[in-house]
């Protein structure tokens, strides 16, 4: 009797991680805790209405949009959509109005992620995208920033300050000192300020294989090059060294949270250098070159554009290939 053997032939992965995509959004969420933690300390009830009302809204929109538009299965427990409303929260000022808040994690969700058949199929950041979005289209309300209060209890009528970015640009001298860009006493977004807290982030997302370092690291090595270049060469136009320039802005947040989405980023070690590497360069020229502050939303969004040139350019060797 001859015993017959079947074969199955699936495409890859062949050998399951045990990851799933909850936990790998659960474990960015867990790593975002230490500087959501610093933004409601620095800036109080605004800080938790802004990122609360942000979360709520991108999961409600994602739910409504599947359901009753789509006509699909929600996926709103993979945490995909509670991910994009905490980056989208951490990346707005604490005194926006509530409802600006409401119509970016619309765009976010219906817009840049949605529209493109959703979870792994969108071609731009999310959250950037609704945060662009929004500086677009109210920029006043996404230039003014308010001041390092601890534990304010008030939201819309908070005092307001300039960025560290903002204020070296206009007056052309540097007043900050390190420590006060690594532990938050500057102005900015809800998440940006801590430097610290972000680090802590960062290797927590190293520690459990979440990123790779390729593309912070190449973008920090970049715009440290370059803005050190620049201020060697003409102390007086650009008074801020590559340090300064790291340490201060959403640099860390958008390098490390929102440049290493899977989606949007690079498939190979060399294109993600070379992603990283764009990023860096585009937002030196945004920051020194033109009217903007910051750059770094911007420049991740025009690189999540050639993201796809360079997954198609730049492969790894097949196995039989020397």
């Known amino acids: 009797m001859i015993e017959k053997k079947i074969f199955y032939v699936s495409p890859s992965p062949h050998v399951h991680s045990g990851d799933t995509i ?94 493109f058949g959703g979870l792994g199929q969108n071609i731009f950041n999310p959250a950037l995208t609704g945060r662009v979005f929004l500086l677009i289209s109210f920029p ?92 060697l060469a003409f102390p007086h136009s650009f008074p801020t060294t590559g340090l300064f320039q790291i340490l201060s802005g959403g640099l860390m947040l958008g390098s490390i949270y929102m440049a290493t989405d899977y989606a949007t980023s690079p498939m190979t070690t060399k294109g993600m250098l070379i992603y990283g590497v764009g990023i860096g360069i585009i937002t030196v020229i945004i920051r020194h070159f033109s009217i903007y502050p910051e750059g770094i939303s911007f420049a991740i969004l025009l690189m999540n554009g050639v993201t796809p040139l360079l997954n198609k350019y730049i492969k790894p060797k097949r196995f039989w290939e020397d």
């Open 22 to 115: 909850l936990s790998k959004m659960g474990t960015v969420v867990f790593a975002l805790l230490p500087a959501y933690f610093v933004g409601i300390y620095y800036f109080g009830l605004g800080a938790l209405v802004v990122t609360s009302v942000s979360m709520l809204s991108c999961i409600t929109f994602e739910y409504l949009i599947q359901k009753h538009l789509l006509n699909k299965t929600p996926t709103i427990s993979d945490g995909s959509a509670l991910l994009t409303g905490l980056l989208l929260g951490l990346n707005l000022p604490s005194n926006i109005p509530y409802w600006m808040v409401m119509i970016s994690a619309l765009f976010s969700i219906g817009i840049a992620k949605m529209s």
């Open 140 to 231: 006043a309300h996404m230039t003014v920033w308010p001041a390092n209060l601890p534990l304010n209890m008030h939201y819309l009528d908070a005092e307001t300050a300039a960025t560290a970015l903002s204020i070296t640009k206009e007056y052309a001298v540097n007043t900050f000192e390190i420590k006060d860009l690594l532990i938050g006493h500057t102005g900015g977004s809800i998440g940006e300020i801590s430097k610290l807290a972000l680090l802590i982030g960062f290797f927590i997302l190293l520690i459990r294989k979440v990123i790779t370092w390729h593309i912070p690291i190449s973008i920090f090595t970049t715009v440290f090059i370059l803005s050190e270049l620049l201020h």
